[in-house]
């Protein structure tokens, strides 16, 4: 397991802990995200995980999950949100119901050899003071 995370700002937090994600994901080959490669959740133009992201999500992104077929190495990626508007009983419903779902997404792609099987594609938002979660099969064709 590989970890990255970006330093926050003063008033900015992550939808769970750094600790708490090391220790559900410790002996799994999941690339962990906190925010290294971008702050806000975004796609490259015009591919299905866009086209998904455009007509489902209509809140701000907290964590998402690609598992791409044929990698053996998916990317749980974290993103910032403001401490003023996400409680910490959001950030223990995530730690509690959603990094388990992120955990069983990655070993039900998993095949005998340690690379990924299918691509999907999992997000949870924030929206209307709620976490809601998305998961949908992509087609790359």
């Known amino acids: 397991m590989k970890v990255k995370v970006r330093p926050l700002n003063e008033g900015e937090t992550f939808c769970c802990s750094v600790r708490k994600a090391k220790e559900v994901f ?3 080959d999941v690339y ?3 925010s290294y490669l971008g702050r806000d959740y975004s796609t490259w133009a015009e591919t299905p995980d866009a086209y998904f992201w455009k007509r489902n999500v209509k809140g701000r992104i907290v964590a998402s999950m690609l ?3 044929g990698t053996e190495s998916p990317i749980l990626s974290f993103y910032v949100v403001k401490e003023d508007i996400f409680p910490i009983e959001c950030k223990m419903e995530f730690e509690q ?3 388990p779902e992120f955990y069983r997404l990655y070993e039900t792609m998993l095949n005998e050899n340690g690379s990924i099987i299918n691509t999907k594609l999992m997000i949870v938002e924030y929206i ?3 976490l809601k979660l998305h998961e949908t099969s992509l087609d790359w064709r």
């Open 32 to 34: 962990l995200d906190f």
């Open 97 to 99: 119901k959603y990094l």
């Open 128 to 130: 209307e003071n709620k």
């Open 26 to 28: 410790r002996n799994t």
């Open 67 to 69: 598992t791409h077929s």
